[in-house]
């Protein structure tokens, strides 16, 4: 089954952050596994006010059209590098 629009993904890391690449290719692998076309953007965080913006919650943060993917993480207000 094909998706019939693409879906935004943004993975928002720090730098230097072990897991991004291979949180992209999960991304990636799992969208190819269901037949959803995504793009997949990664986004940098390098300051707090970005991180508040953003709801940077930790290093690798994954948002589908700019929901987190973690439920439970939609209601945190805690964001930056900590």
């Known amino acids: 089954?094909?998706?019939?629009?693409?879906?935004?993904?943004?993975?928002?890391?720090?730098?230097?952050?072990?897991?991004?690449?291979?949180?992209?290719?999960?991304?990636?692998?799992?969208?190819?596994?269901?037949g959803i076309a995504v793009r997949v953007h990664r986004v940098l965080v390098t300051r707090?006010?970005?991180?508040?913006?953003?709801?940077?919650?930790?290093?690798?943060t994954v948002q589908i059209n700019g929901q987190d993917i973690d439920p439970a993480a939609r209601s945190a207000s805690g964001f930056g590098f900590t």
């Open 48 to 60: 707090q006010d970005q991180a508040n913006e953003l709801r940077f919650l930790g290093s690798p």
């Open 1 to 34: 089954m094909k998706s019939l629009s693409m879906l935004d993904v943004h993975v928002l890391y720090t730098e230097g952050c072990a897991n991004t690449d291979r949180t992209v290719q999960q991304v990636q692998d799992v969208a190819r596994g269901l």
